[in-house]
């Protein structure tokens, strides 16, 4: 099984602020990993597939980078909205990351 | 517009089983693999399992592919997960989620307990 250790486990920021939240995978996945934003009692949304890629209709401030075992999310100037918690999930066995709480400082 | 609509949860005893359903709309669900990905209370996620869009092939995560099974009625655009020997560890709720788990239900609350 491919492990996929993300953190921070949870991260305050202000709005406007860029935020990063990583997972590192136990093996090289290959650019097989998508990112999730998850709002409180709603289905997770996807927001980044293949390690980069902006699925549609998701806006542009954020982005997905990494390869190999390292990857990340990033959000740019950080809107109310973007309060929720952010999982990755890696395209092998389809396991997911623990989970990033982020919430608005 | 894609949908996914599950149903089947409930509260259940520990050693029964449970059949849980999605129904789907909005795109060609015989085109399409299935998935059936569960959330704990903890919020942890964990992929269950998948199955291909003609039904002829599964994929179980290894610690759940003994008591769970995925099928599909692809003239119903149902998707199915049987549940059976459940445990309190598996109280979670349980989506359906499609085309590369771009679309997610709204999810099915499933509490084991006595």
Redesign the interface.
């Known amino acids: 099984d491919i492990q996929m250790t993300q953190s921070p486990a949870s991260l305050s920021a202000s709005l406007g602020e860029t935020v990063t939240i990583e997972c590192r995978a136990s093996e090289d996945i290959y650019n097989g990993l998508a990112w999730y934003q998850q709002k409180p009692g709603k289905s997770p949304q996807l927001l980044i597939y293949n390690a980069n890629s902006l699925h549609t209709g998701v806006p542009s401030r954020f982005s997905g980078s990494g390869s190999g075992t390292q990857y990340s999310l990033k959000i740019n100037s950080l809107q109310s909205e973007d309060v929720a918690s952010y999982f990755c999930q890696q395209y092998y066995d389809y396991t997911f990351g623990a989970g990033t709480k982020l919430e608005l400082k | 517009e894609v949908q996914l609509v599950e149903s089947g949860g409930g509260l259940v005893q520990p050693g029964a089983s449970l059949k849980l359903s999605c129904v789907a709309s909005g795109f060609t669900f015989s085109d399409y693999w299935m998935?059936w990905v569960r959330q704990t209370p903890g919020?942890?996620?964990?992929?269950i399992g998948d199955i291909k869009y003609d039904g002829s092939y599964t994929n179980y995560?290894?610690s759940l592919k003994n008591r769970f099974t995925i099928s599909r009625d692809n003239a119903k655009s149902t998707l199915y997960l049987q549940m059976s020997n459940v445990r309190s560890e598996d109280t979670a709720t349980y989506?359906c989620t499609t085309i590369?788990?771009?679309y997610?239900?709204?999810?099915t609350l499933v509490t084991v307990s006595s």
């Open positions: 998935s919020k942890t996620m964990e992929w995560a290894p989506y590369s788990f771009a997610w239900g709204q999810g």
